[in-house]
């Protein structure tokens, strides 16, 4: 029972260096989703994909980048981290966009500080 | 854009009292979620809401969809150490027709 995987959990970057957050899902959904989280500001929709090969931005996608060539998979690229993404990025799926399939599964997060 | 209002912000309470929790939005929605947040981990759902003034419980949660579609409530009975977390709702809208989640309401249980 994995259902949303999330690697790394804990990461500190230089300034400037890039690094890929990976995530994967076995629950064949559709629908994924990251999300970073800012203490006391919810979470904020960076980027999202309802299918593979189809990705579009949210709304805080500045400075990533994503790309979907599975189901399973959604990787979120930082090509040149900056101070200001100092965060924790959650990945979620979803079976889909409405109805009793649009609640998100979340993993557990990869807390990342950009020194 | 869409917004959603939770409150409190934060809970301080006696372990055995009940805790309402509330969440209200600037616009009409067909569904309310109801996520707990463990610290260090990601949201978990709770209770999901489909219809309007529907009333739906998971153990000593209690969760109501307003009859207006515009509020949602959460209640939690006899609560225990582990209710600790934040308690976050959620909704579909956003310009990408995606989930909006309000900042939480964090809870703070005494023993």
């Known amino acids: 029972n994995a259902g949303v995987t999330q690697t790394p959990k804990f990461r500190i970057l230089k300034i400037g260096q890039s690094m890929t957050l990976q995530c994967a899902q076995d629950?064949?959904?559709?629908?994924m989703y990251w999300y970073r989280q800012d203490p006391g500001m919810g979470l904020k929709l960076i980027y999202y994909?309802?299918?593979?090969?189809?990705?579009d931005k949210g709304e805080v996608p500045n400075g990533y980048n994503v790309s979907r060539s599975t189901t399973e998979d959604f990787p979120l690229r930082l090509e040149l981290a900056a101070p200001s993404q100092t965060s924790v990025y959650f990945c979620?799926?979803?079976?889909?966009?409405?109805?009793?399939?649009?609640?998100?599964?979340f993993g557990d997060g990869t807390r990342l500080s950009i020194l | 854009g869409q917004q959603l209002n939770q409150s409190p912000q934060s809970m301080f309470i006696q372990e055995g009292e009940d805790v309402s929790m509330n969440c209200t939005s600037s616009?009409?929605?067909?569904?309310w979620l109801w996520y707990k947040q463990d610290p260090g981990e990601g949201p978990v759902l709770l209770i999901a809401?489909?219809?309007?003034?529907e009333l739906t419980s998971n153990g000593r949660l209690t969760a109501q969809f307003g009859i207006t579609r515009k509020d949602s409530f959460l209640n939690i009975s006899a609560s225990i150490p582990s209710d600790v977390g934040i308690y976050f709702c959620?909704?579909?809208?956003?310009?990408?027709?995606?989930?909006?989640f309000g900042k939480g309401t964090k809870l703070s249980v005494k023993p």
């Open positions: 979620a799926s979803s079976y889909s966009k409405q109805g009793a399939g649009l609640a998100q599964h």
């Open positions: 629950m064949n959904h559709n629908y």
């Open positions: 994909s309802v299918g593979a090969g189809i990705t």
């Open positions: 616009s009409i929605f067909n569904t």
């Open positions: 809401l489909y219809k309007a003034g």
């Open positions: 959620a909704g579909p809208g956003g310009s990408q027709g995606n989930l909006i």
